[in-house]
């Protein structure tokens, strides 16, 4: 049968193609001017020509004008055609130069650029089924994936998130016992640490570089004497009797939840708590067909659903797993009690008890 074209839709089509590819591109334009200082220079300096922006950064004028020409044309940066200068306006400085800023985004186009690094390999595990473990990607996912979450952790972690838990923040204060399982470098662990001096705190990864740079964090934080940090899969990390055990954004990686949760609620003195963080989804597809839904599932396409298919199991939860998939987990692992307490636009924070 002849199906009829719609030549307007087939060019809308071709158009947004080519938004497309532009932003596909911009990952690494952004990468790139974090990583040589653009920003940071038009943030402190202000506006500039090429060669000014050259000379404040110590870089070549040929790639300063290219690269200012594109953030211009994708709205980053805006340019005075008159005095031939870029300006970074107040929003984006605040977005692409304040780490302590909860809208700070250099680590989430970082970790797009290191996952989509892995496109082939993740194309030809495709077409076997074979996974690509978190310790096989570059050094841009592991510290992109830092540098975007730890923003979030920050403006929520002790100020929303922990006081919605029942309890759980007089533990601490009093002093308790807390596991983090799939810490990678810390930032979590680090922040309650600091936040809780009379507890004592154990981050584990299986990723053996984190766990490496965890370790200086916490030293380079000053808390060294409550932290400890242990080589380990989240289904078989030490230690018994944690008044709190905490998983940020990792769940979904693991080749198998379910036997991470068992090990958890074994691992739970029997009034803890285990708080769980995974990313922003609802139940079903049609609830995440939306632009973070949109990038979560490239993310689990790209870099979730291959991790846990690396692992034992691989149960690929997929990064959308939805608050009944992760309660459905928690059941089958034997807690009774499940609860969501607090959201962001990118987070969803659960409060898992025997």
Same mark, same amino acid.
């Given at each position: 049968?002849?199906?009829?074209?719609?030549?307007?839709?087939?060019?809308?089509?071709?158009?947004?193609?080519?938004?497309?590819?532009?932003?596909?591109?911009?990952?690494?334009?952004?990468?790139?001017?974090?990583?040589?200082?653009?920003?940071?220079?038009?943030?402190?300096?202000?506006?500039?020509?090429?060669?000014?922006?050259?000379?404040?950064?110590?870089?070549?004028?040929?790639?300063?004008?290219?690269?200012?020409?594109?953030?211009?044309?994708?709205?980053?940066?805006?340019?005075?055609?008159?005095?031939?200068?870029?300006?970074?306006?107040?929003?984006?400085?605040?977005?692409?130069?304040? #780490? =302590?800023?909860? $809208?700070? *985004?250099?680590?989430?186009?970082?970790? /797009? +650029?290191?996952? &989509?690094?892995?496109?082939? %390999?993740?194309?030809?595990?495709?077409?076997?089924?074979?996974?690509?473990?978190?310790?096989?990607?570059?050094?841009?996912?592991?510290?992109?994936?830092?540098?975007?979450?730890? #923003? =979030?952790?920050? $403006?929520? *972690?002790?100020?929303?998130?922990?006081? /919605? +838990?029942?309890? &759980?923040?007089?533990?601490? %204060?009093?002093?308790?016992?807390?596991?983090?399982?799939?810490?990678?470098?810390?930032?979590?662990?680090?922040?309650?640490?600091?936040?809780?001096?009379?507890?004592?705190?154990?981050? =584990?990864?299986?990723?053996?570089?984190?766990?490496?740079?965890?370790?200086?964090?916490?030293?380079?934080?000053?808390?060294?004497?409550?932290?400890?940090?242990?080589?380990?899969?989240?289904?078989?990390?030490?230690?018994?009797?944690?008044?709190?055990?905490?998983?940020?954004?990792?769940?979904?990686?693991?080749?198998?939840?379910?036997?991470?949760?068992?090990?958890?609620?074994?691992?739970?003195?029997?009034?803890?708590?285990?708080?769980?963080?995974?990313?922003?989804?609802?139940?079903?597809?049609?609830?995440?067909?939306?632009?973070?839904?949109?990038?979560?599932?490239?993310?689990?396409?790209?870099?979730?659903?291959?991790?846990?298919?690396?692992?034992?199991?691989?149960?690929?939860?997929?990064?959308?797993?939805?608050?009944?998939?992760?309660?459905?987990?928690?059941?089958?692992?034997?807690?009774?009690?499940?609860?969501?307490?607090?959201?962001?636009?990118?987070?969803?924070?659960?409060?898992?008890?025997?």
């Amino acid at each position: 049968m002849t199906v009829a074209i719609d030549a307007d839709k087939l060019m809308g089509l071709v158009y947004k193609a080519v938004d497309e590819v532009g932003a596909t591109l911009n990952a690494a334009l952004v990468v790139m001017g974090d990583r040589l200082g653009y920003y940071q220079a038009l943030a402190d300096h202000g506006a500039a020509t090429p060669a000014e922006l050259a000379e404040r950064t110590g870089t070549d004028e040929h790639y300063t004008r290219e690269w200012l020409n594109a953030q211009a044309a994708g709205g980053l940066v805006e340019y005075d055609a008159t005095s031939g200068r870029y300006t970074l306006p107040p929003e984006q400085t605040v977005a692409l130069t304040d #780490p =302590s800023s909860p $809208a700070y *985004l250099p680590g989430f186009f970082q970790i /797009a +650029l290191g996952t &989509v690094n892995h496109a082939t %390999e993740t194309i030809e595990a495709a077409r076997s089924g074979a996974g690509i473990g978190w310790h096989e990607h570059t050094s841009d996912v592991h510290i992109g994936c830092e540098r975007f979450f730890r #923003p =979030s952790y920050n $403006a929520n *972690l002790l100020t929303s998130w922990l006081p /919605a +838990l029942e309890g &759980v923040v007089g533990e601490l %204060e009093r002093g308790t016992t807390v596991a983090d399982i799939g810490c990678g470098h810390g930032a979590s662990t680090i922040l309650m640490a600091g936040a809780f001096p009379r507890s004592t705190f154990t981050g =584990s990864d299986y990723h053996q570089a984190s766990i490496e740079t965890a370790r200086q964090r916490a030293a380079d934080a000053g808390v060294g004497d409550r932290t400890s940090f242990e080589v380990a899969p989240a289904d078989r990390f030490s230690g018994s009797g944690f008044g709190l055990v905490t998983t940020f954004d990792a769940l979904h990686d693991m080749g198998d939840p379910v036997g991470t949760a068992r090990h958890v609620r074994d691992a739970l003195a029997p009034d803890g708590t285990w708080m769980l963080v995974e990313p922003m989804a609802g139940d079903h597809v049609e609830d995440n067909l939306n632009p973070v839904g949109r990038a979560y599932y490239g993310f689990s396409t790209l870099l979730c659903t291959p991790a846990s298919l690396s692992q034992p199991v691989g149960l690929a939860l997929g990064t959308q797993a939805g608050p009944a998939r992760i309660r459905d987990v928690t059941k089958a692992a034997g807690f009774t009690r499940f609860r969501t307490v607090a959201q962001t636009p990118f987070n969803l924070v659960f409060e898992v008890r025997p």
